[in-house]
């Protein structure tokens, strides 16, 4: 069992910069496979994959180049960096995790997840 918590969402104007963190409790992040996902009205998508082993990472085209993933073990917490920011990446976003025994092995669609946040509002807007 592990809680997960999202925070640093908010309001940032097209171009800018924005941190989200994914604070964990209950289980070291270190044996979970993780991801970032957000909603805007609609369907869930992923926006970044993370391996167990911290290493292997995977983004889709949408935000590839702009999104960056990451974990701190010694904090128990991931990251998504986010960097030229567009209002359509306006959404709640949402942090997820997958206990595995696959070092390398990272999960794009939802259904793989066992484990989510409760989610953190990102405004894109001038």
């Known amino acids: 069992q592990v809680q997960l918590v999202e925070s640093g969402g908010g309001l940032v104007q097209p171009g800018g910069s924005l941190t989200l963190s994914c604070a964990a409790s209950?289980?070291?992040?270190?044996?979970?496979?993780m991801g970032w996902f957000r909603q805007a009205p609609g369907k869930r998508e992923i926006v970044a994959a993370i391996?167990?082993?911290?290493?292997?990472?995977y983004y889709p085209n949408s935000v590839l180049g702009r999104f960056t993933i990451s974990r701190d073990i010694a904090k128990n917490t991931m990251y998504l960096h986010m960097n030229n920011l567009k209002p359509e990446d306006t959404a709640v976003y949402y942090c997820a995790a997958r206990m595995t025994d696959y070092r390398e092995e990272y999960y794009k669609p939802e259904s793989e997840y066992d484990y989510w946040g409760q989610g953190t509002q990102v405004t894109v807007s001038s």
């Open positions: 209950g289980r070291s992040i270190g044996v979970f496979a």
């Open positions: 391996t167990r082993s911290g290493i292997g990472t």
